[in-house]
Each structure stands twice: as structure tokens, then as C-alpha cells.
């Protein structure tokens, strides 16, 4: 199956740093994906970013799929920022589903 | 619109026992996956339907059924929990790879 490998598993800020979170993928990989998940469980899409750069906000997403990474950047952390993030493809071929990274635990304390 | 729904939202059974939990896509979406995320872990992928056909399975065994409704619903059913079960269910809804729609999860805990 393919891999998703996320980086670093934890990270702790302060509040108004910047960050960024790191994704490397396996060959045959494509539909790459970012999601928010909030400390309740909420799994939220940030961005569906196969390749090239995309920017919504504070956050902004780029991807070289001929690299096989993935990077998401956070500015000016917010409090609300705070919980798992995490890239998820879609293998080549067949109907099937995500396969995830084991995520990226951030802490934007005040 | 309301976005996909699911229930019950937490829910507690013992060993040996059989849970159905329910998933109500986003209105328009005739695609549901469930995946399972057992705590520290990213999500894993069990089932997709479209058009009320399994589409696509995950590595799970065969405790874990689904199927999808004429209106698109859905539902999971595991038999025979296990205390390995425990964890947030969540489905998801799609119209196509690149818009994929989360629900807020059931939590199992199995005692």
C-alpha cells in the first residue's frame, strides 16, 4: 500500500509564531489532502493540494509531487489553530479510501 | 445545507456484543466511507459506497459489514466486539475525490 509520513508528531508554540508541517508520500499517490481535526473530534479539509501552491487565509499548502512531499504553513498562530493535522492521498487506482499519516499534534498555547 | 450526520454521537457496549451506527450523507452525495480512529492513531479507511454498492474495502474482518440505503444513508455494523473496537467512527460523504465531507464521529467504547 502506499505510505503517508508526517513531520514533526508534536509541536508546541506560542501564540503569533509560524509553523510548518511536513508530508512525504510514497509513489502512486495522488488526491493529497490536509485536514484539521479539533480537539473533538471534528475532521475539517483544509486543502486538496496534488500539487503546486494553494492559500486560503493564514494557511497555505504546497505540494511537489515529484519530490514526493507535501508542506502545510500556518502564520500568526491562534489558539484556535491547535489540535491534529493531517495529510491523507488516495492510492493510484481502484475505488477505495484515504490512507492517512499518523498526524501532527500542535499546541499554540497563549 | 447540514452537513453529514451520524448517531448515536457516544455510545458503550460490552465484549461479544453487536452496534449499528447510522450516517446521513450531505444531500446530494451518493458517496459514504467509514473509517476508524483508535486514539493517537490517523483515521482508517473500512468501507465506501456509491449508488449502494461497496465500492472499496479496507483491512478489516469480516465482523464489519455495511451497506448504503435508496436515500444514501448508511450504516456500519460490527458484531462480536471486541475491546479493540473502541474508537471514533467517522463518516464521511463525497461527490468527488477532491471534496470529501467528514461528520463529528461516534464514539465506541466497548467495557
Known amino acids: 500500500g502506499i505510505q503517508v509520513e508526517q513531520s514533526p508528531p508534536d509541536l508546541i508554540l506560542q501564540e503569533g509564531a509560524n509553523s510548518t508541517l511536513r508530508c512525504n508520500f510514497s509513489?502512486?499517490?495522488?488526491?493529497l489532502q490536509w485536514f484539521h481535526q479539533n480537539p473533538w473530534g471534528q475532521l475539517i479539509n483544509l486543502f486538496y493540494?496534488?500539487?503546486g501552491t494553494k492559500q486560503n487565509g493564514r494557511l497555505s499548502a504546497t505540494t511537489v509531487a515529484t519530490e514526493r512531499y507535501s508542506l502545510l504553513y500556518i502564520s500568526s498562530s491562534q489558539t484556535t489553530d491547535s489540535g491534529v493535522y493531517f495529510c491523507?492521498?488516495?492510492?493510484?487506482?481502484?475505488?477505495?479510501?484515504?490512507?492517512f499519516g499518523k498526524g501532527t499534534h500542535l499546541i499554540i498555547q497563549p | 445545507d447540514a452537513g453529514v450526520t451520524q448517531s448515536p454521537t457516544h455510545l458503550i457496549k460490552t465484549r461479544g456484543q453487536h452496534v449499528t451506527l447510522r450516517c446521513s450523507p450531505i444531500?446530494?452525495?451518493?458517496?459514504v466511507s467509514w473509517y476508524q480512529q483508535v486514539l493517537g492513531q490517523g483515521p482508517q479507511f473500512i468501507f465506501q459506497?456509491?449508488?449502494?454498492?461497496?465500492?472499496g474495502r479496507g483491512n478489516f474482518p469480516d465482523r464489519f459489514s455495511a451497506r448504503q440505503f435508496p436515500n444514501y444513508s448508511s450504516e456500519l455494523n460490527v458484531n462480536a466486539l471486541l475491546l479493540g473496537d473502541s474508537a471514533l467512527y467517522l463518516c464521511?460523504?463525497?461527490?468527488?475525490?477532491?471534496?470529501?465531507?467528514f461528520g463529528e464521529g461516534s464514539w465506541l467504547t466497548v467495557v
Open positions: 493540494i496534488p500539487s
Open positions: 491523507a492521498a488516495y492510492s493510484g487506482g481502484g475505488a477505495d479510501g484515504l490512507t
Open positions: 444531500s446530494g452525495h451518493k458517496s
Open positions: 464521511a460523504s463525497s461527490l468527488a475525490r477532491n471534496t470529501i465531507y
Open positions: 459506497y456509491y449508488e449502494k454498492e461497496e465500492r
Open positions: 509513489d502512486s499517490v495522488n488526491n
